[in-house]
């Protein structure tokens, strides 16, 4: 089991910079992929960022350049910097993670979310 707590977000106007940061605790060791998710009013939920266990990155199309995803593996946390935020960033924003148990088995864990409102 991995728990997730997210801290961060907030208000902040286009064209601002805001910084999420995420705190994992259970079994960290077993987690092979860590990022964020985000999910905006009406749309479904959508990868923005994650970093696997050999630190490589997937971002979305939508914010790459933009957003810059990091990991502290000694602090369990994972932190996703977003700069020139625009209006269409506005969404919760969740940490996940994926663990991957005896080589096999892959879990799921989700955060509470976070709330990023970019006012235009």
């Known amino acids: 089991q991995v728990q997730l707590v997210e801290s961060g977000g907030g208000l902040v106007q286009t064209g601002g910079s805001l910084r999420l940061s995420c705190g994992a605790s259970?079994?960290?060791?077993?987690?092979?992929?860590i990022g964020w998710y985000r999910q905006a009013p009406g749309k479904q939920r959508e990868l923005v960022a994650v970093?696997?266990?050999?630190?490589?990155?997937t971002y979305a199309v939508s914010v790459k350049g933009r957003f810059t995803i990091s990991k502290d593996n000694g602090a369990n946390t994972v932190d996703l910097q977003m700069n020139s935020l625009k209006y269409e960033d506005t969404a919760v924003y969740y940490c996940?993670?994926?663990?991957?148990?005896?080589?096999?088995?892959?879990?799921?864990?989700w955060g509470q979310g976070a709330q990023v409102t970019v006012s235009s």
């Open positions: 996940y993670a994926e663990t991957l148990v005896a080589g096999r088995y892959r879990f799921q864990y």
């Open positions: 259970g079994s960290t060791s077993d987690i092979d992929l």
């Open positions: 970093i696997s266990s050999s630190s490589s990155t």
